[in-house]
């Protein structure tokens, strides 16, 4: 059965600190996605990456970076929290262009 | 640029009712698009998509959507809903290549007994 795995379901953290958000697909899926969800708002893009190293810019990628060492695992890093970065995040993958799969999801609360 | 509107933020209907959640875009080029279901605390699920050809298009869990260029809509519909289908429905634009999707604010379902 297909998986995408997400590290965490909550998590809280405070203002300032450096945020790791794991994700791991079992499917060996090119392509990977790391989305914001937020009420009103519906899925904002932050990054994506069609090859092990490689990545490119989404909708929102401002205080947000990645990193795709190996094929199956996108890491989503908040160098410095903020507040409004309070959300749920979620983490796709897909042969295609555009996502198929999607993890479950990890709501980030920053204090 | 693409853009996509739901105009429904939330739908009522009752078990075995026929629904249509309404979804419009805008391109000014040729487009892909995509129906998503979100169940409660779960991430998201690709329904149905259109690339080209056939303007029906089915979907999982009995779910079909039709593209009509000239209205630029893409709605999906379902002739009979069950209590399981209660989620948040988002409607998705993207365009040729490699390019980033555009979702909708969704709109969500709530199937009652």
């Known amino acids: 059965d297909v998986k995408v795995t997400q590290s965490s379901r909550y998590l809280v953290k405070r203002t300032g600190e450096k945020v790791f958000l794991e994700c791991v697909q079992d499917?060996?899926?090119?392509?990977m996605f790391w989305y914001r969800q937020d009420p009103g708002l519906g899925l904002r893009l932050i990054y994506f990456s069609y090859d092990v190293k490689m990545k490119e810019k989404g909708d929102i990628p401002e205080g947000y970076s990645v990193s795709r060492e190996k094929k199956e695992r996108f890491s989503l890093i908040l160098e410095s929290a903020s507040t409004n970065q309070t959300s749920m995040y979620l983490c796709?993958?897909?042969?295609?262009?555009?996502?198929?799969?999607f993890g479950d999801g990890t709501r980030l609360s920053i204090l | 640029a693409q853009s996509v509107t739901q105009l429904d933020s939330q739908v009522p209907v009752f078990e075995e009712a026929p629904v249509e959640l309404r979804c419009n875009y805008s391109?000014?080029?040729?487009?892909?698009l995509f129906w998503y279901v979100q169940y409660p605390n779960q991430g998201l699920q690709l329904l149905l998509k259109?690339?080209?050809?056939?303007?029906l298009v089915k979907g999982i869990n009995g779910f079909e959507a039709e593209f009509n260029k000239s209205q630029t809509s893409f709605h999906l519909r379902k002739p009979s809903v069950h209590i399981s289908d209660t989620a948040e429905y988002f409607c998705a634009v993207g365009a040729t290549g490699f390019q980033k999707l555009v979702f909708g604010t969704g709109t969500r379902l709530l199937v009652s007994p």
């Open positions: 499917m060996d899926h090119e392509n």
């Open positions: 391109s000014s080029v040729s487009v892909y």
């Open positions: 796709a993958s897909s042969f295609e262009e555009q996502p198929q799969h």
């Open positions: 259109y690339l080209s050809g056939s303007t």
